[in-house]
């Protein structure tokens, strides 16, 4: 049964019951060992799922549906998330950006992959499916499915880190491969990194980097699409940091990690049959290659990043503010430096939205798409932004972050609440309480498993540092810019020689 069967009404997105409905599909997610029966109700799933299910229910409820949607533009006279229909306008990208800040703000940044982010491979699926060749009917089709009810895509586009030092085609055992084909169409073997929170997801998009050299099989030029409760698809989830820290502490004590922990997981694929209607590329290692950028999804996938970075960064710095009231720090000339460095980063990261916008160009079929700049300003810059952020968090807050008590239950004894209230209020006129709670807060944005997790993932969220840079080189060569800023340059170098000035 399709995810969209739980929807009653055709041509609008899920609700938050219905979201929860449709993960109820036999698929197998295995944590400790065990096989969940409901991702929705088990304890290492389930806070997670109601924040996505609060996302779904943002689209329906009166005060945030005109934020957030539009109509389709499939023909069944629905509405769907403005991320999920290609913008025909730089006007539109701006609302398709501000409705991504909306859904952002909702768990204040911390959830990167919900739904609007593959929801910009849907985009340009509608907008360019001649990419796809014979697959184009295919991309049509999944375009309009995606729109229609919002599915919630994940993609799994990365190889193990095993063997990485040879091409694909000697890692057989390992990396995804077609192990054979059919009338009805193809099946395959292998693993993924890091399937975040696909768990919670309806379809996996399976495809391959260009950093990695794929050889001369054609058996691993694939781009294709999976249900989540195929035959064959298994999840071998990561530690819970939502279970750990429901398990032993509370909200008070882990506000991010009980909610927003999107779990990552070793993707198996054994024996899948994939459909040919799922297929998009298959045995074409030049298309597989090219089709970050040239099928779109490069250039439009960004902005959604970088607006819910930006989100993120908005709440860490505003945070840091009530963090460094709470020490008394907040007046040192030093500090304040330090709290206006992460200032600036969170202007920056708005700045490259707002180019996205502004300086997007029209594309294939109507569609506008952000300027490539724009794409590796945000790749190139935000792993530099975070890593710098998470530094002056610790070294400002320093051991303020740790100065606290272990559990909420040591203020709920009289005592103990008693000494906490003199020993550990804040500066000014901070109570006890409030400067506990918000020392809490940062520290579960950068200390706890779940802040460590962040630190990583975003600094490696669009791939190897040095992979982004000479991507950018690449592009900036490939559309000429370069050669500009050489003929700059070199014009300079012309208005002199070694008997001086050429020119008057």
């Given at each position: 049964?399709?995810?969209?069967?739980?929807?009653?009404?055709?041509?609008?997105?899920?609700?938050g019951d219905?979201?929860?409905?449709?993960?109820?599909?036999?698929?197998?997610?295995?944590?400790?060992?065990?096989?969940?029966?409901?991702?929705?109700?088990?304890?290492?799933?389930?806070?997670?799922?109601?924040?996505?299910?609060?996302?779904?229910?943002?689209?329906?409820?009166?005060?945030?549906?005109?934020?957030?949607?539009?109509?389709?533009?499939?023909?069944?006279?629905?509405y769907?998330?403005?991320?999920?229909?290609?913008?025909?306008?730089?006007?539109?990208?701006?609302?398709?950006?501000?409705?991504?800040?909306?859904?952002?703000?909702?768990?204040?940044?911390?959830?990167?992959?919900?739904?609007?982010?593959?929801?910009?491979?849907?985009?340009?699926?509608?907008?360019?499916?001649?990419?796809?060749?014979?697959?184009?009917?295919?991309?049509?089709?999944?375009?309009?499915?995606?729109?229609?009810?919002?599915?919630?895509?994940?993609?799994?586009?990365?190889?193990?880190?095993?063997?990485?030092?040879?091409?694909?085609?000697?890692?057989?055992?390992?990396?995804?491969?077609?192990?054979?084909?059919?009338d009805a169409?193809?099946?395959?073997?292998?693993?993924?990194?890091?399937?975040?929170?696909?768990?919670?997801?309806?379809?996996?998009?399976?495809?391959?980097?260009?950093?990695q050299?794929?050889?001369?099989?054609?058996?691993?030029?694939?781009?294709?699409?999976?249900?989540?409760?195929?035959?064959?698809?298994?999840?071998?989830?990561?530690?819970?940091?939502?279970?750990?820290?429901?398990a032993?502490?509370?909200?008070?004590?882990?506000?991010?990690?009980?909610?927003?922990?999107?779990?990552?997981a070793?993707?198996?694929l054994?024996?899948?049959?994939?459909?040919?209607?799922?297929?998009?590329?298959?045995?074409?290692?030049?298309?597989?290659?090219?089709?970050g950028?040239?099928?779109?999804?490069?250039?439009?996938?960004?902005?959604?990043?970088?607006?819910?970075?930006a989100?993120?960064?908005?709440?860490?710095?505003?945070?840091?503010?009530?963090?460094?009231?709470?020490?008394?720090?907040?007046?040192?000339?030093?500090?304040?430096?330090?709290?206006?460095?992460?200032?600036?980063?969170?202007?920056?990261?708005?700045?490259?939205?707002?180019?996205?916008?502004?300086?997007?160009?029209?594309?294939?079929?109507?569609a506008?798409?952000?300027?490539?700049?724009?794409?590796f300003n945000?790749?190139t810059?935000?792993?530099?932004?975070?890593d710098?952020?998470?530094?002056?968090?610790?070294?400002?807050?320093?051991?303020?972050?740790?100065?606290?008590p272990?559990?909420?239950?040591?203020?709920?004894n009289?005592?103990?609440?008693?000494?906490?209230?003199?020993?550990?209020?804040?500066?000014?006129?901070?109570?006890?309480?409030?400067?506990?709670?918000?020392?809490?807060?940062?520290?579960?944005?950068?200390g706890?498993?779940?802040?460590?997790?962040?630190h990583?993932?975003?600094?490696?969220?669009?791939?190897?540092?040095?992979?982004?840079?000479?991507?950018?080189?690449?592009?900036?060569?490939?559309?000429?810019?370069?050669?500009?800023?050489?003929?700059?340059?070199?014009?300079?170098?012309?208005d002199?020689?070694?008997?001086?000035?050429?020119?008057?």
């Open positions: 049964m399709k995810p969209e069967s739980h929807i009653r009404e055709r041509g609008r997105p899920f609700n219905e979201f929860r409905a449709s993960l109820r599909d036999g698929r197998k997610v295995y944590y400790g060992g065990e096989l969940v029966e409901d991702v929705t109700s088990h304890p290492a799933f389930q806070n997670a799922c109601d924040s996505v299910a609060k996302l779904y229910d943002a689209l329906h409820a009166p005060e945030t549906h005109h934020k957030l949607c539009w109509q389709t533009d499939t023909g069944s006279g629905g769907t998330h403005k991320f999920f229909r290609y913008a025909r306008s730089r006007e539109e990208l701006l609302e398709q950006r501000d409705a991504i800040a909306e859904w952002a703000r909702m768990s204040y940044g911390w959830m990167g992959r919900t739904a609007d982010y593959k929801a910009a491979f849907g985009d340009v699926l509608g907008a360019n499916p001649e990419f796809y060749g014979d697959f184009a009917g295919n991309a049509r089709t999944w375009y309009q499915r995606i729109q229609e009810h919002c599915l919630y895509l994940n993609h799994a586009i990365v190889n193990p880190p095993i063997d990485r030092d040879k091409p694909s085609d000697e890692v057989k055992d390992v990396y995804v491969h077609v192990t054979r084909e059919t169409g193809i099946f395959v073997n292998g693993a993924k990194v890091v399937a975040t929170n696909s768990a919670l997801t309806h379809y996996n998009f399976i495809g391959q980097t260009a950093v050299e794929i050889g001369d099989d054609p058996d691993f030029a694939l781009l294709f699409i999976t249900p989540m409760n195929a035959d064959g698809v298994k999840l071998i989830s990561r530690v819970s940091y939502e279970k750990n820290a429901t032993t502490a509370s909200p008070f004590d882990y506000p991010l990690s009980s909610r927003f922990d999107e779990n990552d070793i993707l198996i054994e024996d899948v049959f994939i459909p040919w209607e799922d297929v998009l590329i298959y045995r074409d290692k030049q298309k597989l290659m090219q089709w950028f040239a099928a779109g999804f490069g250039r439009l996938y960004p902005l959604q990043a970088c607006t819910r970075f989100v993120k960064l908005d709440f860490l710095a505003g945070l840091l503010e009530q963090v460094l009231e709470c020490t008394g720090t907040l007046a040192f000339r030093n500090v304040s430096a330090e709290l206006g460095e992460v200032v600036a980063w969170r202007n920056l990261f708005w700045s490259i939205t707002d180019h996205m916008c502004l300086a997007a160009e029209e594309w294939k079929s109507g506008y798409l952000p300027p490539t700049e724009s794409a945000y790749r810059f935000a792993p530099m932004a975070y710098k952020i998470f530094h002056i968090i610790k070294t400002t807050a320093a051991s303020g972050l740790i100065y606290l272990g559990s909420n239950l040591d203020l709920k009289p005592e103990l609440n008693a000494n906490l209230a003199r020993y550990c209020r804040g500066s000014g006129d901070i109570t006890h309480l409030d400067r506990i709670k918000i020392m809490k807060l940062m520290w579960d944005a950068i706890s498993e779940f802040g460590g997790r962040h990583l993932y975003e600094l490696n969220y669009a791939g190897a540092a040095d992979a982004i840079r000479v991507q950018c080189l690449g592009a900036a060569r490939a559309t000429g810019e370069m050669a500009k800023m050489r003929k700059l340059s070199i014009r300079c170098m012309s002199y020689n070694l008997d001086g000035w050429t020119n008057s």
